[in-house]
């Protein structure tokens, strides 16, 4: 059974049948927000990370939300394949000390997340933003109003503010939330960033580890991250409430391709737009994105016929040997999507394109 599916944009659609995909016509990666579904992109990121895109010299934007910037920093490591690996090896192993049949606290999973942010990158900040061909960018959601720091009250009532302002449109969403990238200051994203209220700050050394908390902070779940050296005061949350798939403006970039790894061939703007299915449907702006995801046939293969997901912390509960089994089982069969990729490249004709739709 297949187990990768491809689909591009019309622009990326007509390269691909002129002239296949080589490391030199990439030039943004994005990396989706969407906790443990992540995990099935690792093999595919450490091939095209660890092998792949060696073969090439071009600057590569690496663009992140929640598990997404956790997994572009990764990628910016001098062992890439080693970074992914314990990445995925930390993220399955990952515990909470709770009262039994509660969820476990925001304040403790925010300090056991955080020090293991520190474990994997302190010390290592000049290594990860020196990287002499990637740049990354860390996206992460700014409070504003209500939201501009949390609280018992104030938070649930801002969200739901963000609810249904964003139900009549992205824009209107911006009076309560706004896109903050933390951007490698040695090159601007090479895209247009107008369709939302958008801060950009300067990545540093600094700000690298509480924006990648920041990016992963999912509200409720984690505390907000608040007043992160280098940009504007306020709380900050994870980066895929305002970009949960990184729906951007691809189009108005001057050259290359988009290579977009991902779970799942839609790419949804928003996560408070997971039930608008009309945002949805790939736009103009996707011209030049190829992604790579899963077939649904494949899937169902897998433990528990899905891909991993946070309501696998409640299915197992205190079964942590289970779930890890589960997870490593599902990152293990993963290695057929980098299989499959590395075969594509070499003989195009082995899956054939679809359109994005």
């Excluded at 247009?192 to 992963?216: E, G, K, M, Y």
């Excluded at 790419?267 to 996707?286: E, M, S």
């Amino acid at each position: 059974m297949q187990a990768l599916q491809i689909h591009a944009g019309a622009r990326a659609l007509r390269h691909l049948r002129e002239r296949g995909l080589t490391p030199p016509d990439v030039r943004v990666i994005p990396a989706a927000a969407g906790g443990p579904k992540g995990l099935v992109l690792n093999p595919l990121d450490r091939f095209v990370f660890g092998r792949w895109l060696a073969g090439s010299a071009q600057t590569v934007h690496l663009l992140g939300a929640s598990i997404g910037a956790w997994r572009m920093a990764s990628a910016c490591a001098r062992d890439a394949d080693a970074a992914f690996a314990q990445m995925a090896a930390d993220y399955i192993a990952q515990s909470y000390e709770h009262e039994p049949g509660k969820a476990p606290k925001a304040a403790h999973v925010s300090e056991v997340f955080g020090a293991k942010l520190s474990e994997r990158f302190a010390g290592r900040e000049a290594e990860l933003l020196g990287h002499p061909r990637y740049r990354l960018h860390v996206f992460a959601s700014r409070g504003r109003h209500l939201l501009r720091r949390e609280g018992r009250l104030r938070t649930p009532l801002g969200y739901l503010g963000a609810f249904a302002t964003n139900a009549l449109s992205r824009k209107a969403m911006g009076g309560w939330l706004e896109r903050v990238i933390f951007s490698d200051p040695r090159d601007a994203l090479p895209l247009h960033l107008r369709d939302f209220r958008t801060h950009v700050v300067p990545l540093t050394a600094a700000n690298l580890q509480p924006s990648i908390l920041a990016s992963c902070s999912i509200p409720f779940w984690l505390q907000a991250v608040h007043d992160i050296p280098g940009a504007p005061r306020g709380a900050y949350w994870d980066g895929g409430i305002t970009d949960y798939h990184l729906h951007l403006d691809y189009a108005s970039m001057g050259e290359g391709l988009v290579l977009y790894p991902h779970f799942q061939k839609t790419v949804i703007p928003g996560w408070l737009d997971k039930a608008l299915r009309h945002r949805h449907r790939a736009t103009a702006h996707l011209d030049n994105v190829i992604v790579l995801s899963p077939r649904a046939e494949w899937i169902a293969t897998l433990p528990n016929a899905k891909l991993p997901d946070r309501g696998d912390f409640q299915h197992y509960g205190d079964d942590l040997g289970s779930r890890m089994a589960a997870w490593s089982h599902a990152v293990a069969e993963s290695a057929r999507l980098a299989d499959e990729f590395a075969a594509w490249l070499e003989s195009p004709g082995r899956i054939e394109v679809q359109p994005l739709a």
